[in-house]
């Protein structure tokens, strides 16, 4: 059976989240995360949360997990096909989530949380907050009308972007008078009842 090792409102909630749109079992190793004196120091097999095990795989990177599940277990579900004209755009949005837009959020995860001295910090945090406003931005701007990420429907690229979403709201990036394209889609996302379930877990 899956293992997934998670941490409540973290990426892990990715993981948490597809299996259960997809009605696969798994268990939980449940950890506690917090900021280490250097990254990788979270107690899962290699730091970081999440982890997987599934037999003899054992792996890390949520977007490589998200692949690897809808490959060996998704019989077609959550993921247009290979050759598929709305593939490209599915790798697109899944990549987005964690290459572009939680890159300048993780500056601020970092200045915030791992270094005691935020305050000093202030000119940092504001820059990295503006860029991943800008990424926002973007994103918003190519949102369409449909539902979710595809035309065709809810995708494992919606999950990504998802937890990523979650962030930029902690961090109030994401306000409705400037993103309601993206805070209605996050609405949108937060009642999905695999989510609702992940985020107990
Ligand atoms: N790109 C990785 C990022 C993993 C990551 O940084 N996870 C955070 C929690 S959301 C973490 O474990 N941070 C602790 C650390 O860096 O030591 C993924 O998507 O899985």
Same mark, same amino acid.
């Given at each position: 059976m899956i293992k997934v090792y998670h941490?409540?409102?973290?990426?892990?909630?990715?993981?948490?989240?597809?299996?259960?749109?997809?009605?696969?079992?798994?268990?939980?190793?449940?950890?506690a995360f917090g900021p280490k004196p250097k990254p990788f120091g979270q107690d899962t097999p290699f730091g970081k949360v999440p982890a997987l095990v599934d037999g003899e795989v054992s792996m890390f990177e949520s977007g490589a997990m998200v692949e690897y599940i809808l490959e060996r277990y998704g019989n077609g579900r959550l993921a247009p096909a290979v050759g598929d004209p709305e593939r490209a755009t599915y790798l697109q949005w899944l990549h987005f989530s964690e290459s572009t837009a939680f890159v300048p959020m993780s500056a601020v995860v970092w200045l915030k949380l791992y270094r005691k001295d935020a305050e000093q910090q202030a000119d940092l945090i504001k820059d990295a907050i503006e860029r991943a406003a800008v990424a926002f931005e973007f994103l918003e701007a190519r949102?369409?009308? *449909?539902?979710?990420?595809?035309?065709?429907?809810?995708?494992?690229?919606d999950i990504m972007l998802g937890l990523t979403l979650n962030i930029a709201k902690m961090f109030n990036i994401i306000d409705e008078e *400037?993103?309601?394209?993206?805070?209605?889609? *996050?609405?949108?996302?937060?009642?999905?009842?695999?989510?609702?379930?992940?985020?107990?877990?």
């Open positions: 941490a409540p409102r973290t990426r892990s909630v990715r993981i948490l989240w597809l299996l259960e749109e997809l009605g696969l079992p798994y268990e939980i190793e449940k950890v949102m369409g009308d *449909h539902d979710y990420l595809l035309a065709s429907g809810f995708s494992a690229a *400037h993103f309601p394209k993206i805070a209605a889609y *996050h609405k949108r996302l937060a009642a999905r009842p695999a989510l609702v379930k992940a985020q107990t877990l």
